[in-house]
């Protein structure tokens, strides 16, 4: 089983890096982009597992390391 | 006054706690390896110093704030030990939870290395005792991680309660409410951005930093 973690900024806190990504996107003529968020990508293979213990097992994971949720959310996705 | 400095792998400011740490106590502290699970014992105060740690991988001081030995410094902390986190230090005691909040990338997305003026916000704690006297110091900062955010009611709470402890006069990196410096409900964890242990040798002629190191001596 493969995990994809999806960990990004919440609303509200400001994203520095997407702030300066939007802006070169605008310097280069993409004048139509209004904001830009930068978030990371996490994939986890974890053979072995089925999925609902996978999925509670990845969201401990989440909680204890993968995201701060002081200032970070996540989202999980599964795939065979 | 017995002391430790943890050192992980991309520390990089723990000598020169550890020289000023042995110039206020008289004694030179213990060096403890991240991988480490226990204190030596009697020990009063523990630093967790300024650098890279892990590289800064996943988020600055994630990784270190799950290290072995972070589990001995968690119960020294609960016991009422002191425990001064400086830069790297400060991420790593946010993301461990020793402290409320978070630091994120500084507003003007550069490294920020100068000296900061700081007021003294709260002069009656263990780290922050010597400067009674005065209201405002001067120590240098070096992060590109140094914007403090936590929530309003978080916010609230800490200035209500003094945890403010230290707060800067020009904002460097867009710390909410000025924050440079904080400490926990009980007062004796303390974290902050500035760097005391790069002013604190007289052989430099700049002391703005060593009245926290006078301060913890007092404190023991």
């Known amino acids: ?80 | 006054m017995k002391t430790a400095v943890i050192v992980f792998p991309g520390s990089n400011c723990d000598r020169d706690a550890a020289d000023a740490l042995a110039r206020v106590t008289g004694a030179r502290p213990h060096m403890v390896w991240h991988a480490d699970t226990h204190l030596p014992d009697g020990v009063d105060l523990v630093v967790l110093p300024g650098g890279f740690s892990y590289g800064d991988y996943l988020r600055a001081g994630a990784m270190s704030a799950r290290a072995p030995i972070m589990q001995a410094v968690r119960a020294h902390a609960d016991r009422g030990g002191l425990v001064l986190g400086v830069c790297n230090g400060f991420q790593i005691l946010t993301e461990a939870g020793l402290l409320p909040g978070a630091l994120m990338r500084n507003a003007g997305m550069r490294f920020v290395c100068r000296p900061v003026r700081l007021a003294i916000a709260n002069a009656n704690t263990p780290f922050t005792r010597a400067y009674r006297d005065v209201r405002e110091t001067t120590i240098p900062i070096a992060h590109a991680d140094g914007r403090y955010y936590a929530d309003d009611a978080t916010l609230d709470q800490l200035e209500g309660d003094g945890q403010v402890v230290l707060r800067y006069l020009d904002n460097p990196n867009g710390s909410a409410r000025d924050i440079a410096g904080i400490v926990n409900a009980r007062g004796n964890v303390m974290g902050m951005m500035p760097h005391p242990e790069r002013e604190s040798d007289p052989t430099l002629g700049r002391l703005g930093g060593w009245p926290i190191f006078q301060s913890i001596a007092e404190a023991a």
């Open chain 1, 1 to 80: 089983m493969k995990a994809i973690v999806t960990v990004g900024l919440r609303p509200g806190v400001l994203d520095t890096q997407g702030k300066a990504v939007a802006s070169a996107l605008k310097g280069l003529g993409f004048g139509d982009v209004e904001s830009a968020r930068v978030g990371k990508i996490i994939e986890l293979d974890i053979p072995g597992l089925d999925p609902a213990t996978a999925e509670a097992q990845v969201r401990d994971m989440c909680e204890k390391l993968l995201a701060n949720t002081v200032i970070e959310s996540y989202r999980i996705e599964l795939a065979p």
